[in-house]
């Protein structure tokens, strides 16, 4: 039996403009801070990789039997510097903030921030004027979202915040 393959080539016009621009990457090393919103600064103070303990008495706190789970999950807790350089109040949402690492991209645990309310900061900042505040948040990272041998070093991982994506993806490194 023969099989027959085809191709062909296409030729790309470079003198045509792109139909979507190719977006631009500003980053901020930690402690360096961006524009987060209309006159509010943030800045990456770090991560903390949970302990085993620490990570059962976050679930425990929020309700969540883990028992029934049958993958592996981590939690990093990751601290941020919030500043308003305005002369007014703000609130700030924090919804935007995105933990990501080649790959994989995850959004704010709503379950273990409010089932542990007292720990970890609101979705929803205020910040008087020139006040500047360090708020935590917590992030589950689960071992399906990767290959095993990377998860068995998920630690050594590189982790950056990101709030916007495009036209420009803006990355604050942790």
């Known amino acids: 039996m023969e099989k027959i393959i085809q191709s062909k080539c296409l030729k790309i016009d470079k003198s045509e403009p792109q139909k979507y621009p190719a977006r631009k990457v500003e980053t901020?090393?930690?402690?360096?801070?961006?524009?987060?919103?209309?006159?509010?600064?943030?800045?990456?103070?770090?991560i903390k990789w949970l302990s085993t303990e620490e990570q059962a008495a976050i679930y425990e706190n929020s309700g969540i039997d883990t028992s029934k789970v049958n993958y592996d999950t981590k939690i990093i807790e990751v601290s941020v510097c919030l500043k308003n350089t305005t002369e007014e109040e703000k609130e700030v949402p924090i919804t935007y903030l995105s933990l990501e690492t080649t790959g994989v991209g995850t959004a704010i645990s709503?379950?273990?921030?409010?089932?542990?309310?007292?720990?970890?900061?609101?979705?929803?900042?205020?910040?008087?004027?020139?006040?500047?505040?360090?708020?935590m948040y917590p992030y589950e990272i689960c071992s399906i979202w990767f290959h095993k041998k990377d998860w068995k070093n998920i630690e050594m991982r590189s982790f950056w915040m990101t709030f916007a994506s495009y036209p420009d993806k803006i990355v604050l490194y942790l």
Do not use: C, R, T, W
């Open 28 to 46: 901020a090393e930690q402690g360096e801070s961006l524009e987060f919103l209309d006159g509010v600064k943030i800045s990456a103070n770090g």
């Open 110 to 135: 709503q379950e273990l921030l409010m089932g542990n309310s007292e720990h970890y900061s609101s979705m929803v900042e205020k910040l008087e004027p020139g006040e500047e505040k360090v708020v």
